[in-house]
C-alpha cells in the first residue's frame, strides 16, 4: 500500500501558486451502429454478443467509417465554436492492451475534425469563463476487462480477467481544453461547471446518452501549479475517468493540494496518469504518461480521408438546436422563476429533471419543489447524483398527481418516494403495498370521527356550544388514529357536520 500523500491547506495552495488546467472529456456517441463496423451499439448485453470480425481485429477484416458518427462529431464541433476541417484522416494509436483486440485505436491525430473553438461556462455566482477548447476529434473505444478475483477489482491480486468487446468500436469523441489559465481559486469549480455545461450541451444536441455513471461521459483532469508570479507551466498530472461532476470537482482540488505539498517540500511532480478513488476523495498514482512517439502514430491506410463538403458544414450549423442558456431563458419565463430559482435549479443539476417532470404532466412549481428539496436531500444521504436517483421523472410526476387530487398527503407522498427509491416498484404499488392512501372514505372517517368526539365529550360540547376552533384536538386525534392518512381537511368538514 502507498500512503496517502501531504496536501497542503487550499487556501495556502491559492496564496503560493496558481492552477492550470486541462479537461479530456470522451462522449460516445449514441449512434445504432459502431463507428467502422455494423454492430449494434448499445450499453450492456450478454458479453461478446454485439461484435464481428471488424471490431474483433480479426486479420483481413476491413473498417468502413459511420457516416452518422462524422456528422455528431462536426455538430459537437460547430457547438463549441470549433473549425471544421476541408480535409481530415484517421490514425493508428499503436499500444498494446487485452481489451483492443487490434493492437492499435483508430484516432486521429494531427488532423482533427474540428479544432479552436471555445465555450463559455456559467459559474455558481452567476459570472461566465471561457474554456478555449484545442479539439474535438473521432475515436473509437476499447472494450472492457473485468479482473475477478482480487479484492479491488484491479488486475492486482485478480485470479484471472474476463474481456467483453461489446464497446470495442464504439464511436467516440474526445474533446480537449487548451491550458486553462487564470482560474485561480475557482479551479474546481471551472472543471466541475465546464463539465456540466458540455454535457446540457451535448445532450441537446442528442448525440449521446452522456451518461456519466455508464460511461457514456468521461472526464479525464490534468492539473498542474506555478509558483505566484510565474508563467511556465508545471508538470501535469492526468487523473483519468473521474465518473461525476461531483468528483471532477473534488479530484482537481485534491491534486492542486498534493502538487503544492510536493513542490513546497522540494519535490518534483511525475507527469502520469492518476485514479480518483470516489471514498476518500483523493488520487492514487497510476502509469508514467507515454508520449506522443511512444505511440507511433501513422495515418490509417484502410480509411479515406474525410473531407465534409463546406454545403453540409453549413447546413449542420444551421440546424444546431438552441443551445441550453437559450432554452434556459425560454424555460425561465414559461415558468416564471426569479434569476436565484433558475439558477438554484440549474446549480442543482435539476433542470432537465424537472422539465421532464412537468412533460410528464406536473406543474413547475410541484416538480421543481420535489426535486430541489426532498430528492436533493436523498440525493446526498445515498452520495448520488441528482440524476442517479432510481426515481423516474415520470414516477415524480405521479406522485404529485397523486397529492394534487387529494389521494395523498404531502408526508404520505415522502413516504411514496422513499419506496419508489427503495426499489418497491410504481408509485401506485408503493402506496397500495404500503397502505399509503389518504383515507377518503366518509364512513371510516365518520365512525373515527364520531369515537374522537366520545373520548373527549367536553370537547365535543365546545364544538355543539359553536366553539368551532375546538375542532382542531378532534382533527388531531382523527389524524392519530389513522396514522395520519386521512384527509384533515374533510376531517374538520365531517366533525362540523357531526356536532351540528
Ligand atoms: P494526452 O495525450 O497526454 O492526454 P492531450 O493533449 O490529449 O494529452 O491532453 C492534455 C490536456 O492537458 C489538454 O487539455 C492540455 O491543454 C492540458 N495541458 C497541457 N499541459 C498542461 C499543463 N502543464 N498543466 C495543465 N494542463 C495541461
Ligand atoms: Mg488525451
Ligand atoms: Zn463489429
Not at 406536473?362 to 421543481?368: C, G, N, V, W
Request: hydrophobic share 40%; charged share 25%; net charge negative.
Amino acid at each position: 500500500m502507498t500512503a496517502i500523500a501531504e496536501v497542503m491547506d487550499y487556501d495556502e495552495v491559492l496564496e503560493r501558486y496558481d492552477p492550470v488546467l486541462g479537461l479530456e472529456v470522451h462522449v460516445e456517441l449514441n449512434t445504432n451502429t459502431k463507428m467502422f463496423c455494423g454492430c449494434a451499439n448499445v450499453f450492456g448485453g450478454e458479453p461478446n454478443t454485439h461484435v464481428c470480425p471488424v471490431c474483433l481485429g480479426m486479420p483481413g477484416a476491413l473498417p468502413a467509417v459511420n457516416g452518422k458518427a462524422i456528422e455528431s462529431a462536426m455538430r459537437i464541433g460547430l457547438a463549441l465554436n470549433c473549425e471544421i476541417a476541408e480535409w481530415c484522416r484517421f490514425a493508428r494509436k499503436n499500444y498494446f492492451y487485452p481489451d483492443m483486440p487490434k493492437n492499435f485505436q483508430t484516432s486521429q491525430y494531427d488532423e482533427p475534425i474540428a479544432f479552436n473553438g471555445y465555450l463559455d461556462v456559467e459559474l455558481d455566482d452567476g459570472s461566465t469563463f471561457r474554456v478555449d477548447i484545442e479539439r474535438a476529434h473521432m475515436e473509437e473505444d476499447t472494450g472492457k476487462s473485468l479482473h475477478v478475483g482480487g479484492a479491488t477489482g484491479r488486475i492486482h491480486g485478480a485470479d484471472y480477467s474476463l474481456l467483453d468487446y461489446n464497446r470495442a468500436g464504439v464511436p467516440l469523441i474526445e474533446i480537449v481544453t487548451k491550458p486553462l489559465v487564470g482560474t485561480g481559486e475557482r479551479a474546481p469549480e471551472v472543471a466541475r461547471a465546464y463539465v456540466a455545461a458540455l454535457r446540457d450541451l451535448l445532450r441537446g444536441l442528442d448525440v449521446s446518452d452522456v451518461r456519466m455513471d455508464q460511461g457514456s461521459l468521461r472526464c479525464d483532469a490534468n492539473v498542474s501549479l506555478m509558483p505566484k508570479g510565474t508563467t511556465e507551466f508545471g508538470t501535469r498530472t492526468e487523473t483519468k475517468n473521474v465518473n461525476s461532476l461531483r468528483s471532477v470537482e473534488r479530484a482537481v482540488r485534491y491534486e492542486m493540494t498534493r502538487h503544492a505539498a510536493v513542490l513546497a517540500g522540494g519535490g518534483t511532480i511525475r507527469q502520469e496518469t492518476r485514479h480518483f478513488d470516489e471514498s476518500t476523495a483523493t488520487t492514487r498514482a497510476g502509469r508514467v504518461k507515454e508520449t506522443a512517439e511512444d505511440y507511433r502514430y501513422f495515418p490509417e491506410p484502410d480509411l479515406v480521408p474525410i473531407a465534409p463538403s463546406r454545403e453540409w458544414v453549413e447546413e449542420l450549423r444551421a440546424s444546431l438546436p438552441e443551445p441550453p442558456w437559450v432554452r434556459r431563458k425560454t424555460i425561465q419565463q414559461e415558468w416564471g422563476l426569479t434569476d436565484l430559482e433558475l439558477r438554484d435549479l440549474v446549480n442543482a443539476d435539476a433542470l432537465d429533471l424537472v422539465a421532464a417532470t412537468v412533460d410528464a404532466g406536473a406543474k413547475p412549481d410541484d416538480a421543481r419543489s420535489w426535486w430541489v428539496s426532498y430528492l436533493s436531500q436523498q440525493a446526498k444521504v445515498l452520495n448520488k447524483e441528482l440524476a442517479e436517483l432510481p426515481i423516474t421523472p415520470a414516477q415524480v410526476a405521479r406522485v404529485s398527481a397523486l397529492v394534487a387530487d387529494g389521494s395523498l398527503t404531502n408526508k404520505l407522498a415522502r413516504a411514496v418516494v422513499d419506496g419508489v427509491l427503495a426499489g418497491e416498484g410504481e408509485p401506485d404499488q408503493v402506496v397500495e403495498q404500503r397502505g399509503l392512501k389518504v383515507v377518503s372514505d366518509d364512513s371510516a372517517l365518520t365512525a373515527a370521527v364520531d369515537e374522537a368526539l366520545a373520548a373527549q365529550p367536553d370537547v365535543a360540547e365546545k364544538i355543539r356550544s359553536g366553539k368551532v376552533a375546538a375542532a382542531g384536538a378532534i382533527v388531531g386525534a382523527v389524524m392519530k388514529a389513522t396514522k395520519g392518512q386521512a384527509d384533515a381537511k374533510r376531517v374538520r368538514e365531517l366533525i362540523i357536520e357531526r356536532c351540528s
